[in-house]
Protein backbone atom coordinates (compact mmCIF):
# COMPACT_ATOMS: atom_id res chain seq x y z
CA UNK A 1 0.00 0.00 0.00
CA UNK A 2 1.23 3.18 -1.35
CA UNK A 3 0.79 5.12 2.05
CA UNK A 4 2.89 2.59 4.03
CA UNK A 5 6.05 3.71 2.10
CA UNK A 6 7.90 6.75 3.68
CA UNK A 7 7.50 10.20 1.71
CA UNK A 8 10.85 11.54 0.17
CA UNK A 9 9.90 14.92 -0.15
CA UNK A 10 12.89 16.51 -2.57
CA UNK A 11 14.46 19.21 -3.99
CA UNK A 12 17.29 19.80 -6.46
CA UNK A 13 19.20 23.09 -7.34
CA UNK A 14 20.80 22.77 -10.62
CA UNK A 15 23.63 24.56 -12.92
CA UNK A 16 20.26 24.77 -15.65
CA UNK A 17 16.86 23.60 -17.03
CA UNK A 18 18.11 21.22 -19.05
CA UNK A 19 18.96 17.91 -17.58
CA UNK A 20 20.98 16.36 -20.36
CA UNK A 21 23.11 19.03 -20.51
CA UNK A 22 23.14 20.93 -16.47
CA UNK A 23 24.29 19.66 -13.27
CA UNK A 24 22.48 19.01 -9.95
CA UNK A 25 24.34 21.09 -7.81
CA UNK A 26 22.54 21.32 -4.49
CA UNK A 27 20.25 18.12 -2.98
CA UNK A 28 17.46 18.43 -0.52
CA UNK A 29 15.46 15.63 1.39
CA UNK A 30 12.85 15.16 3.78
CA UNK A 31 11.32 11.67 4.36
CA UNK A 32 8.50 11.40 6.86
CA UNK A 33 6.39 7.99 7.46
CA UNK A 34 2.67 9.26 7.82
CA UNK A 35 1.22 7.77 11.27
CA UNK A 36 -2.46 8.21 13.32
CA UNK A 37 -2.82 11.55 10.40
CA UNK A 38 0.86 13.17 11.45
CA UNK A 39 3.42 13.25 8.74
CA UNK A 40 6.46 12.43 11.08
CA UNK A 41 10.00 13.84 9.64
CA UNK A 42 12.14 10.28 9.96
CA UNK A 43 15.61 11.55 8.03
CA UNK A 44 17.06 14.80 6.28
CA UNK A 45 19.91 15.17 3.87
CA UNK A 46 21.15 18.90 2.80
CA UNK A 47 24.16 18.21 0.06
CA UNK A 48 25.85 20.57 -1.60
CA UNK A 49 26.97 19.44 -4.93
CA UNK A 50 30.66 19.73 -6.62
CA UNK A 51 29.76 20.75 -10.31
CA UNK A 52 32.23 19.30 -12.83
CA UNK A 53 31.26 21.27 -15.69
CA UNK A 54 30.67 24.85 -13.89
CA UNK A 55 31.96 26.88 -17.07
CA UNK A 56 28.91 25.81 -18.61
CA UNK A 57 26.14 26.69 -16.53
CA UNK A 58 23.41 29.30 -16.98
CA UNK A 59 24.38 32.28 -15.38
CA UNK A 60 20.58 33.33 -14.46
CA UNK A 61 20.40 29.22 -12.99
CA UNK A 62 23.25 30.46 -10.62
CA UNK A 63 21.70 33.64 -9.81
CA UNK A 64 18.68 31.71 -8.72
CA UNK A 65 20.39 29.26 -6.46
CA UNK A 66 22.99 31.38 -5.22
CA UNK A 67 25.75 29.42 -6.23
CA UNK A 68 29.50 30.49 -5.25
CA UNK A 69 32.59 28.50 -4.96
CA UNK A 70 33.32 29.35 -1.19
CA UNK A 71 30.19 27.75 -0.13
CA UNK A 72 30.96 24.91 -2.25
CA UNK A 73 34.13 24.46 -1.14
CA UNK A 74 33.49 21.21 0.94
CA UNK A 75 30.98 20.04 -1.49
CA UNK A 76 30.97 15.91 -2.07
CA UNK A 77 30.60 14.82 -5.76
CA UNK A 78 28.01 13.41 -7.11
CA UNK A 79 28.57 9.91 -6.53
CA UNK A 80 28.62 10.42 -2.80
CA UNK A 81 25.65 12.58 -3.19
CA UNK A 82 23.93 9.90 -4.95
CA UNK A 83 24.85 7.18 -2.34
CA UNK A 84 24.10 8.86 0.71
CA UNK A 85 20.45 9.58 -1.11
CA UNK A 86 19.97 5.83 -2.44
CA UNK A 87 20.23 4.72 1.23
CA UNK A 88 18.00 6.99 2.61
CA UNK A 89 15.29 6.63 0.23
CA UNK A 90 15.13 2.89 -0.37
CA UNK A 91 11.79 2.29 -0.36
CA UNK A 92 10.26 6.04 -0.21
CA UNK A 93 7.53 7.46 -2.76
CA UNK A 94 9.23 10.54 -4.77
CA UNK A 95 7.52 13.55 -3.52
CA UNK A 96 8.03 17.19 -5.41
CA UNK A 97 7.04 20.18 -6.07
CA UNK A 98 7.34 20.12 -10.26
CA UNK A 99 8.37 16.23 -9.94
CA UNK A 100 9.32 16.17 -13.49
CA UNK A 101 11.66 18.54 -13.22
CA UNK A 102 13.45 17.36 -10.19
CA UNK A 103 13.16 13.46 -10.96
CA UNK A 104 14.40 13.70 -14.16
CA UNK A 105 17.95 15.10 -13.01
CA UNK A 106 18.13 12.80 -9.94
CA UNK A 107 16.85 9.59 -12.50
CA UNK A 108 20.23 11.37 -14.67
CA UNK A 109 22.34 10.93 -11.74
CA UNK A 110 21.94 7.60 -10.97
CA UNK A 111 22.27 6.59 -14.55
CA UNK A 112 25.37 8.48 -14.61
CA UNK A 113 26.85 7.31 -11.23
CA UNK A 114 26.01 4.02 -11.44
CA UNK A 115 24.32 4.39 -8.35
CA UNK A 116 21.33 2.42 -7.53
CA UNK A 117 17.55 3.84 -7.87
CA UNK A 118 16.29 1.99 -4.54
CA UNK A 119 13.04 3.92 -4.19
CA UNK A 120 8.96 3.03 -4.82
CA UNK A 121 7.88 3.60 -8.22
CA UNK A 122 5.06 5.85 -7.36
CA UNK A 123 5.89 9.48 -7.61
CA UNK A 124 4.08 12.17 -6.15
CA UNK A 125 3.35 16.15 -7.65
CA UNK A 126 2.28 18.64 -5.21
CA UNK A 127 1.90 21.27 -7.63
CA UNK A 128 -0.39 18.75 -9.55
CA UNK A 129 -2.32 18.09 -5.87
CA UNK A 130 -2.52 21.17 -5.08
CA UNK A 131 -4.35 22.64 -8.75
CA UNK A 132 -6.76 19.42 -7.89
CA UNK A 133 -7.30 20.42 -4.61
CA UNK A 134 -7.60 24.24 -5.04
CA UNK A 135 -8.20 24.84 -8.84
CA UNK A 136 -11.84 26.77 -7.32
CA UNK A 137 -10.90 28.89 -4.66
CA UNK A 138 -11.07 32.24 -5.39
CA UNK A 139 -8.13 32.80 -2.92
CA UNK A 140 -5.69 31.46 -5.21
CA UNK A 141 -4.99 31.29 -8.67
CA UNK A 142 -0.90 30.26 -8.97
CA UNK A 143 0.24 27.32 -7.53
CA UNK A 144 4.26 27.31 -7.75
CA UNK A 145 6.15 27.02 -4.40
CA UNK A 146 6.00 30.61 -3.35
CA UNK A 147 2.25 30.90 -4.36
CA UNK A 148 1.29 28.02 -2.25
CA UNK A 149 3.68 28.62 1.03
CA UNK A 150 2.61 32.18 0.90
CA UNK A 151 -1.56 30.55 0.56
CA UNK A 152 -0.84 28.52 3.82
CA UNK A 153 1.21 31.39 5.86
CA UNK A 154 4.40 28.63 5.88
CA UNK A 155 7.42 30.43 5.80
CA UNK A 156 10.43 29.61 3.44
CA UNK A 157 13.14 31.93 4.37
CA UNK A 158 15.64 30.12 1.89
CA UNK A 159 13.71 29.80 -0.97
CA UNK A 160 15.72 28.28 -3.89
CA UNK A 161 18.03 26.37 -1.57
CA UNK A 162 17.35 22.44 -2.38
CA UNK A 163 16.68 21.97 2.08
CA UNK A 164 14.67 24.96 2.22
CA UNK A 165 12.92 24.16 -0.83
CA UNK A 166 12.06 20.25 0.05
CA UNK A 167 11.22 21.18 3.89
CA UNK A 168 8.50 23.82 2.19
CA UNK A 169 6.97 21.09 -0.23
CA UNK A 170 6.37 18.53 2.87
CA UNK A 171 4.82 21.63 4.73
CA UNK A 172 2.60 22.34 1.52
CA UNK A 173 1.94 18.68 1.80
CA UNK A 174 0.71 18.54 4.88
CA UNK A 175 -1.34 21.35 4.83
CA UNK A 176 -3.22 20.46 1.55
CA UNK A 177 -3.76 16.89 3.27
CA UNK A 178 -4.62 18.46 6.80
CA UNK A 179 -1.71 17.08 8.36
CA UNK A 180 0.06 17.26 11.89
Known amino acids: ?14 TGLDNDKAEI ?3 GLVLA ?12 LDLKIL ?12 RVNGYNEADWMFAVSLEDAMKSF ?11 HNVTFDYGFIERAFKS ?26 DINRFSLKALT ?7 KKAHSAFA ?7 VFKKLFKLK
Open 33 to 44: KLKDNELIVIDQ
Open 150 to 156: EYFGIEN
Open 51 to 62: PQHIETAEPAAL
Open 1 to 14: MLLQQPLAFIDVET
Open 25 to 27: IEL
Open 165 to 171: DAYATYE
Open 86 to 96: ADKTDGAVFVA
Open 113 to 138: TGVENKMHYHKLDTIAIAFAMLHDQD
